[in-house]
């Protein structure tokens, strides 16, 4: 069974670093894009970056360019998303997800996502 | 960060149809094939509806359909029932190589 665990959930102060984390489990890790999301408290989706395990290939989404890192470990099939120095903005629900991909043809989709890290940060 | 634009909110009663949609331009839904629609309930991960404009993932329901029109992409379901009150995403890649989402939709079963 496919399977994106992640990282319980953190309360971290404002300056603080933190790295969060996603494992994927029941599938090859490395052939399959692992993207990051984040959605603020009641509002809507929005992509920070999207990484290629095989070769840690990462892009970003503008926005969050230099502001986030992504980055994976392939020895445990667990990708990484982390800050340096949070601000109180970063507060979130931060979802990882797994590209959709049938045989080696893959797709415009994320078929399979973790539960959600929330994120607090507060003074 | 620009996002596809859907509309805030929509209703409709049990058995209906009706149909989401999501605006863009030349440089993401319409310079590409590539949009995809999620359902997201309260507090839950979203699930993947349709990926590449009109394909359902097995194990979707076939009252989903996804359609595109120049800048517009749709999502239609029918014969609405009352697990489909949640909240719905559009996705596009860009021509920059770039990702967005649409800013969701919620949608109420009467």
């Known amino acids: 069974e496919v399977q994106l665990v992640q990282s319980g959930a953190e309360v971290k102060k404002p300056g603080e670093s933190l790295k969060i984390s996603c494992k994927g489990s029941?599938?090859?890790?490395?052939?399959?894009?692992i993207g990051w999301v984040r959605q603020m408290p009641g509002k809507g989706l929005e992509w920070m970056g999207i990484?290629?395990?095989?070769?840690?290939?990462?892009r970003y989404s503008p926005p969050f360019q230099g502001q986030v890192s992504i980055s994976v470990d392939k020895s445990i099939s667990t990708a990484y998303l982390q800050w340096s120095s949070l601000k109180a903005s970063d507060t979130a629900m931060y979802y990882c997800?797994?590209?959709?991909?049938?045989?080696?043809?893959?797709?415009?989709?994320?078929?399979?996502w973790g539960q959600g890290t929330l994120v607090t940060v507060s003074s | 960060q620009s996002v596809l634009t859907q509309p805030a909110s929509m209703s409709g009663s049990p058995g209906q149809s009706i149909t989401i949609s999501c605006t863009g331009t030349?440089?993401?839904?319409?310079?590409?094939?590539?949009v995809s629609w999620y359902q997201q309930y309260p507090g839950k991960a979203p699930k993947l509806m349709i990926f590449?404009?009109?394909n359902r993932p097995s194990g979707v329901s076939n009252r989903f359909f996804g359609s595109k029109s120049g800048n517009t992409a749709s999502l239609t379901i029918s014969g609405l029932q009352a697990e489909d009150e949640a909240d719905y995403y559009c996705?596009?890649?860009?021509?920059?190589?770039?990702?967005?989402f649409g800013g969701g939709t919620k949608l109420t079963v009467l």
């Open positions: 990484i290629y395990p095989a070769d840690s290939d990462t």
């Open positions: 030349n440089s993401d839904i319409g310079g590409n094939n590539f």
């Open positions: 029941g599938y090859r890790f490395t052939s399959y894009r």
């Open positions: 996705s596009s890649y860009t021509t920059s190589n770039t990702w967005m």
């Open positions: 590449d404009v009109n």
């Open positions: 997800a797994r590209r959709y991909c049938i045989a080696a043809t893959c797709y415009w989709g994320f078929d399979y």
